[in-house]
């Protein structure tokens, strides 16, 4: 399929514009199948002892886990053997706090993290060890998530801040901000749970998932003079006959009818894969694909024995298998196995309609 879809820049009197713009996505995303595979398992590595982690990276010997929770960086073997660990608690330099740690990126060698309770960003050399580097403090807005750009620059998402986004070098020099184009803490009133988010770079922009609101945007470069985004926002698929998530408001309070849960996400340069869960259905959990113009374009099932265990995505391979962790739920939910999917799988093959899923619209 081929269209050219054009952009919208967001003023106030860009909402018509930008349902003309919606209508041609639909109707162009309806002549593209989108194939339905089912993932088979391909490697299972049990780790010796369970361990928290949030997100998973693939080393050429091992692997390198992220914890949120218990504020640690691991390197683990094919074999499932702790070969490093980094888990000093504290608030002074080279420290870390738990609950406040937050994956940044990895690039060549180079971890970084975001120290949301000091407000920092951290960077860690990873090979069989893990050493500290150095730090540096971002001073306004509070840190979310952060990214390394294409460039190799540090892009912290600041939802409280005067600019949104902060570009930074890796020795902490401010290089650009990204304005927002309106109030932070008045759009985010509706539904404060859209500001906490991941983010990460593609070829032409900015991914984000905001993972508990259940909003997916793509930010396309590049902006006008006048600093103004283009940005897509959607919601992902329900993985049930069709039906789609609704955020509803009521009485002051925010509930979930046909909704859906995220269980995990991984933001590559060319897509955004989320995995996500109906809440009303047991078990079923499939790993939606989307281009960087919020187009849905792949479709992957969890094999039929996986249902009955707790998986989450957690990273992706260099040939791009996804890495699935199993959950212990007799151990507070720590990791106790990685799970490697093959995405060229044989199998159970069904056409979907690319369609966009309801909510996708033009935002700020």
């Known amino acids: 399929m081929s269209y050219d879809k054009k952009e919208v820049i967001m003023t106030r009197g860009g909402a018509l514009y930008g349902l003309v713009a919606l209508a041609i996505m639909v109707i162009a995303g309806c002549s593209n199948p989108v194939r339905e595979t089912v993932l088979t398992e391909k490697m299972r590595i049990r780790l010796r002892t369970p361990a928290e982690a949030a997100r998973v990276l693939p080393l050429d010997k091992g692997f390198v886990m992220v914890g949120w929770k218990d504020a640690s960086v691991r390197i683990v073997d094919d074999n499932g053997v702790e070969k490093a660990l980094y888990s000093r608690k504290g608030k002074g330099p080279g420290e870390l706090q738990d609950c406040r740690l937050e994956y940044g990126g990895y690039d060549d060698g180079i971890l970084m993290l975001a120290d949301q309770g000091q407000n920092r960003i951290m960077l ?14 971002v001073d306004r807005g509070g840190i979310s998530s ?23 070098s890796r020795e902490g020099t401010l ?12 759009r985010g009133a509706d539904d404060p749970k859209d500001l906490l988010r991941w983010i990460g770079c593609h070829d032409n922009g900015l991914f984000a998932v905001s993972f508990l609101s259940g909003n997916l945007r793509s930010c396309v470069a590049p902006w006008d003079e006048a600093g103004r985004k ?29 909704g859906l849960s995220i269980e995990g996400a991984v933001l590559t340069r060319e897509r955004l ?12 959990k499939e790993i939606q694909g989307y281009d960087p113009r919020g187009l ?10 996986a249902e009955g265990e707790d998986l989450y995505l957690l990273g992706i391979m260099p040939e791009g298998e996804f890495i699935m962790g199993l959950a212990d739920s007799e151990n507070s939910g720590r990791l106790k196995a990685i799970i490697i999917m093959d995405k060229a799988a044989s199998g159970e093959e069904v056409q979907h309609v690319a369609v966009l899923p309801r909510g996708t619209a033009m935002a700020d």
């Open 124 to 137: 860690f050399q990873v090979d069989e060890t893990i050493s500290f580097l150095h730090s540096f403090t």
């Open 146 to 168: 952060a990214c390394f750009d294409r460039e190799g620059h540090v892009l912290v998402y600041t939802p409280l801040g005067e600019s949104e986004y902060l570009l930074f």
């Open 175 to 186: 290089l650009e901000r990204w304005n927002s184009t309106g109030s932070l803490s008045s």
């Open 230 to 258: 283009r940005v897509v926002q959607w919601k992902p698929r329900t993985p049930a006959k069709g039906k789609r998530s609704q955020l509803v408001k009521k009485a002051g309070s925010l509930s979930v009818q046909g």
């Open 273 to 284: 894969y989320v995995c996500v869960k109906g809440l009303q259905e047991r078990g079923r």
């Open 296 to 305: 849905y374009r792949e479709c992957y099932r969890l094999p039929a024995g």
